[in-house]
């Protein structure tokens, strides 16, 4: 196999065959270096519960819509995987698996990418870096502080109840996962405490149709991020809370408090088996329900406009109410004996050694287009649309991307050959 490629993609997941797809309907020469094997993260560091929060007629990898019997349905963790192989498998891309790459730098006297990787040296004329944005899982230094005879593991480990320890469980963030992990405890009967943050949170139905259903139609999801109201902060943005879980549902925090989990606020400090908690656990729940009644207001200034017929429903009622927050529990009283820090990921691009990335590390790009010649980025959570991290709106980013660095390779010919006719010419 050869070494130069006139394309190498860095990351072998969702945005990495997307954008193999496309390359190869283009017949440009390209391979793909996946650290892991195809399907990786989600079958490995989903819990076994896990679903997608949207419905399936989303899932729409180029070439490959979703193929099954279910649009309005969910896929579980394993029916994900099987539909990105089944992807893989449709136009079989060059991708070596098992291979990392732990360099990446430009060659400026051969105007070429040298990648450095556990199989050796690899050069190329361009290269797309689609490793997506979660990379490195964010634990707060907090967590040094907790009694070691006390289980923590983050998100991405856990796997299902009867694999923690007996005893309560502490879970930290109300992100989509810390709320989905919660409601899996909460059903297996586990007593949960769940320190709650700023994360939104979502309808799952209204007026007749699923909410994704409603903001596609409204064409939420083909909005660039230029023209976003929050476009300097969408990015860093927690998802809204909700889950496809049996069919789809709301996820109501007020609901689980009603029927025995115990919320607080948000974890402030760590003291030996002390937890302390900031007093805004009522502060968290009104924010989250303001946000998802904004966008039932939103929907129906829309159906109002557009003169649609939809069922009205009656107003939101919340169920619970806390009365007086706890500023501080007791480890050994509430026999917490695991803690599960639903806090994010980090990125980690240390491996690329170009000066593409801005004061917090994020990648300089427009669309995926770095101001680095022949560097593109793909698969970042909102690198162009809400879809662009995610199997809706992946298809039209590799396309963007493929058209792009098609051009530029043709100027790049283009330009080769006028040196050498010139070169003729003068001789």
């Known amino acids: 196999m050869s070494s130069h490629h006139s394309v190498v993609v860095v990351g072998g997941g969702q945005a990495g065959l997307a954008m193999s797809y496309c390359l190869k309907e283009r017949g440009i020469d390209h391979l793909i270096f996946e650290k892991n094997q195809i399907g990786y993260a989600w079958r490995e560091k989903r819990w076994d519960s896990f679903c997608l929060v949207t419905p399936n007629w989303q899932c729409q990898l180029p070439g490959f819509p979703y193929p099954g019997s279910d649009p309005q349905g969910f896929m579980v963790k394993d029916e994900i995987v099987q539909y990105i192989e089944a ?9 070596r698996e098992g291979v990392a790459v732990s360099r990446l730098w430009k060659d400026e006297t051969h ?21 997506g944005g979660y990379h490195r899982p964010k634990i707060p230094r907090m967590a040094e502080r907790l009694p070691s005879t006390v289980q923590q593991i983050h998100a991405s480990e856990y796997k299902n109840p009867d694999a923690l320890p007996p005893g309560a469980v502490l879970v930290v963030g109300t992100g989509q996962s810390g709320c989905q992990i919660a409601e899996d405890l909460h059903l297996a009967g586990r007593t949960v405490h769940l320190s709650v943050g700023s994360a939104p949170r979502s309808p799952r139905r209204y007026r007749g149709k699923d909410v994704v259903d409603w903001l ?10 230029d023209e976003h109201p929050q476009k300097d902060k969408v990015r860093a943005k927690a998802n809204h809370y909700l ?24 974890l402030q400090r760590i003291d030996g088996t002390a937890l302390q908690f900031n007093p805004d656990l009522k502060q968290n729940l009104d924010q989250a329900d ?9 929907i129906d200034k829309f159906i109002a406009k557009n003169h649609l017929d939809a069922p009205t429903e009656p107003p939101y009622q919340p169920v619970w109410h806390p009365t007086e927050e706890q500023p501080a529990i007791d480890m050994a009283t509430a026999n917490i004996q695991t803690v599960i820090w639903c806090t994010g990921y980090e990125t980690d691009y240390s491996w690329v050694d170009m000066p593409v990335f801005n004061g917090k590390g994020y990648p300089s790009h427009e669309r995926g287009v770095t101001p680095l010649w022949g560097l593109y980025f793909l698969g970042l959570p909102w690198l162009y649309t809400w879809g662009s991290g995610r199997f809706s709106g992946i298809a039209r980013d590799a396309v963007h991307l493929a058209d792009y660095l098609t051009a530029r390779r043709r100027i790049s010919t283009n330009n080769a050959w006028s040196v050498v006719n010139e070169f003729l010419l003068g001789s």
């Open 111 to 131: 105007n070429r990418f040298e990648l450095e990787t556990s199989i050796g040296s690899y050069t190329a004329d361009q290269v797309v870096i689609a490793t």
């Open 290 to 298: 303001a946000v998802c009644e904004s966008i039932k207001q939103t």
């Open 216 to 225: 596609d139609q409204m064409g939420y999801y083909d909005l660039p991020i």
């Open 243 to 266: 889950t496809g879980r049996d069919g789809g549902r709301e996820i109501d925090l007020r609901q689980f408090a009603q029927e025995g989990m115990q919320l607080h606020g948000r």
């Open 87 to 95: 992807f893989a498998a449709a136009f079989e891309p060059p991708i």
